[in-house]
């Protein structure tokens, strides 16, 4: 145990403070199967293991167990396979990316993060020309990034994506540290700031849209939600009595509490009541329950089948889970409400970039010109650090001090008094943070 002990601090695979708790349970989990780690473990002795833990331990544990033997099982495949795969780079690099797959799914990151991924190692591949993945070392990743930079001209945090892509490639699977960096050509960061709709844009947006597409950037707008957060959103999610949505699993792994609009209420009744009448008939076709996050499907295996655990905004045809390749009810395409903004936009002759994450925008500097703290603001966002949600102060109407163009003075009588545009003070009441009125409801 000492040697995957060291396994898991040097590549950092779990936080280190976790790690002793990681080995203990592995060594709860051999004595309990009367088994020696060299040996060799079935499927059925996990899962009765698992099922068996699950009667006396919190879910976060079974979890955490679950995720040490899963490691370890990986670490040992590691330690029989050869160092460097005989056959051709090509070969090569299938092996390679099978086992960044198996990592990444291992650290439990997002779907959306394995595609990023993959993505960037295939770039970097034809980049490569050939190269086996086991003979490349800094040069080849300098390179590349000063490649995306001078000749591709991208963005700084393109840059960044690209290389944590990378980074993860070569801790994980190549077990070689990037220490040697200096000379990449660094893409310049430029100060952007965020498109936003004004109130009447955003009324003219809805009236352009209808149905679920509608009620779904209702959504978004009410509470400030991401896209992701907005399709993956679950029954059981919604408070009407509070009228408040949580948000599980947001950005960073991170639960948040967020606003839902009193002047979609009904509404959103209504939606689920069609959306219980799909799920009625699942149940009578006897169709798999709907995904279930981490490992709450092997603690509470008839869950994903509970109507509280049904999404929201459900897909109308079955389709193949990607991971686990289970036909199975899953959420909208997130493609498909992207689509109806941009074409609701043009119908509203709205000269501007719409796109779902414009109001969210919208969301937090309506709010911020309705009075309302940035800290609030910060929060109902989930943005990790204050100075994300600041970007909306250079963009609030009418959180400028009350400057005006001095052309407007031109205009006004010789009397006008500049000094009549009061400052906006912002109140701070972080308690009461879930009291704020949603910018919907005062369209």
């Known amino acids: ?109 997002s779907l959306k993060t394995e595609k990023t991924y993959f993505s960037w190692l295939r770039q970097f591949y034809g980049y490569l020309k050939g190269a086996s993945p086991y003979s490349l070392d800094d040069t080849h ?54 498109v936003v709709l004004t109130r009447d844009e955003v009324s003219r947006l809805f009236e352009n849209m209808q149905g679920v597409s509608r009620l779904m950037a ?21 408070d009407f009595e509070r009228d408040t949505l949580v948000i599980k699993f947001a950005k960073g792994n991170k639960d948040r509490e967020t606003l839902l609009a009193g002047s979609i209420r009904e509404d959103l009744k209504n939606h689920l009541e069609k959306v ?23 603690k509470y295996p008839n869950a994903g089948k509970e109507w509280p655990w049904q999404w929201v905004f459900p897909s109308q045809t079955l389709s193949k889970d990607p991971r686990s390749k289970i036909i199975r009810r899953h959420h909208v395409h997130s493609s498909n409400l992207q689509k109806q903004i941009k074409t609701a936009a043009f119908k509203a002759g709205i000269a501007k970039r719409v796109t779902t994450h414009t109001l969210r925008h919208s969301f937090a500097t309506h709010l911020l010109e309705d009075g309302y703290d ?25 959180n400028r001090l009350g400057v005006r163009s001095p052309l407007d003075s031109i205009r006004e ?16 009441d972080r308690k009461n943070r879930l009291y704020v009125k949603s910018p919907l409801d005062r369209l």
């Not at 329950?289 to 499907?297: F, H, S, T, W």
């Not at 603001?377 to 009418?398: D, N, R």
């Not at 400052?423 to 701070?428: D, E, F, P, Q, R």
Request: aromatic letters at 10%; charged letters at 25%; one cysteine or more.
């Open 413 to 428: 009588s010789p009397g006008y008094n500049c000094a009549k545009s009061a400052m906006v003070y912002i109140h701070a």
């Open 276 to 298: 219980k009448a799909l799920y009625d008939l699942d149940r009578e076709n006897d169709t798999p329950g709907v995904e279930m996050p981490n490992a709450l499907d092997r």
């Open 1 to 109: 145990m000492d040697e995957f002990t060291n396994y898991l601090l040097s590549k950092a695979i779990v936080p280190q403070k976790q790690v002793r708790y990681y080995v203990s349970w592995l060594k709860t989990f051999f004595r309990l199967i009367g088994k020696d780690p060299s040996e060799n473990v079935s499927s059925e002795e996990i899962n009765q293991f698992l099922k068996n833990l699950a009667k006396r331990s919190e879910g976060w544990q079974v979890k955490q167990a679950e995720q040490a033997i899963r490691i370890f099982r990986y670490y040992q495949g590691r330690q029989k396979a050869p160092a460097i795969p005989d056959g051709s780079a090509h070969q090569q690099w299938k092996i390679a990316s099978q086992e960044m797959r198996n990592m990444i799914r291992l650290k439990q990151l």
């Open 141 to 194: 990743i300098t390179n590349f990034l000063t490649h995306l930079a001078v000749e591709r001209n991208i963005a700084a945090s393109t840059q960044d994506q690209a290389f944590n892509a990378l980074l993860f490639f070569y801790r994980h699977v190549l077990d070689k540290e990037v220490s040697h960096l200096g000379d990449v050509v660094r893409s310049k960061k430029r100060k952007w700031l965020p």
């Open 374 to 398: 940035i800290r609030t603001i910060q929060e109902l966002l989930g943005h990790a650090s204050l100075k994300t949600t600041m970007i909306y102060t250079h963009v609030a109407q009418k």
């Open 218 to 238: 209702k959504v978004i707008y009410s509470g400030g939600l991401r896209l992701q957060e907005c399709v993956r959103l679950r029954v059981k999610d919604i």
